[in-house]
């Protein structure tokens, strides 16, 4: 079945830190995609990216940047030089498969940027 | 970019009474839409999904007769929680999926935080 782990429950840092989020997934399927999404205070999710199981490069977008280990079925996410306005719940998210092809969340990290 | 209205962002009602919640696609047509709810610290956990026109699939655990879901048209979904009661206080957040945008393109609406007193 269809599985995201997002171990790290809470994670603290002081500004200008970088910290890195863990993704580990299960899946079936030969295909896949994979999603991270923020989630600030006000609860909206802000979709951050999606990757293709056939693109194994990183992909780097200003501080962020994503590690796609598809041997050991991860997908980090590291953001460079944290800010305060960082801190948010972050999600992964897979595709749970079937004919709708739902999103299955991992539980998120919680993260706190300190100034 | 594509868009999802959802509305209220915010209730709060009384034991017993029903609220409905909408989710509108302003600039695509959503042929399948989910519904999420997600308590404090949670994570979203997947309550059904809806395809116009259809009858929503509801997930394991998930009472239908007290979640209704419509999706009668293609920019319209709506979640009504009937003779709601706090534990029915959560946050409800949709997303809409368009065969056009792609089998993975997804857009959520913006969240209702529901109070049931």
């Known amino acids: 079945a269809q599985k995201v782990t997002q171990a790290q429950t809470e994670i603290s840092v002081v500004e200008k830190e970088d910290v890195t989020l863990d993704c580990v997934y299960e899946?079936?399927?030969?295909?896949?995609?994979l999603f991270w999404y923020k989630q600030p205070p006000s609860g909206e999710l802000v979709f951050l990216i999606r990757?293709?199981?056939?693109?194994?490069q990183n992909e780097i977008s200003g501080r962020y940047s994503w590690n796609f280990q598809k041997s050991t079925s991860s997908f980090n996410f590291t953001i460079t030089a944290s800010q305060v306005v960082d801190s948010a719940v972050y999600f992964c998210?897979?595709?749970?498969?079937?004919?709708?092809?739902?999103?299955?969340f991992g539980a998120g990290t919680r993260l706190a940027v300190h100034p | 970019g594509a868009v999802v209205s959802q509305h209220p962002s915010r209730v709060i009602c009384k034991s017993g009474t029903s609220v409905k919640i909408e989710c509108r696609s302003l600039?695509?047509?959503?042929?399948?839409m989910f519904w999420y709810r997600q308590f404090p610290k949670k994570s979203l956990m997947l309550m059904a999904t809806?395809?116009?026109?259809?009858?929503?699939?509801?997930e394991q655990g998930v009472e239908k007769d007290k979640f209704l879901i419509n999706h009668a048209s293609l920019t319209l979904s709506t979640l009504t929680v009937t003779s709601a009661h706090p534990e029915d206080s959560s946050f409800y957040i949709c997303?809409?999926?368009?065969?056009?945008?792609?089998?993975?393109?997804?857009?959520f609406g913006s969240g209702t935080r529901l109070t049931v007193v």
């Open positions: 600039d695509f047509q959503a042929t399948t």
């Open positions: 809806s395809n116009e026109g259809s009858k929503a699939t509801y």
């Open positions: 990757r293709n199981s056939f693109d194994e």
């Open positions: 998210a897979l595709p749970g498969g079937g004919g709708y092809n739902k999103l299955i």
């Open positions: 997303s809409a999926r368009s065969s056009d945008r792609g089998a993975y393109g997804y857009t």
């Open positions: 899946t079936r399927d030969t295909t896949y995609y």
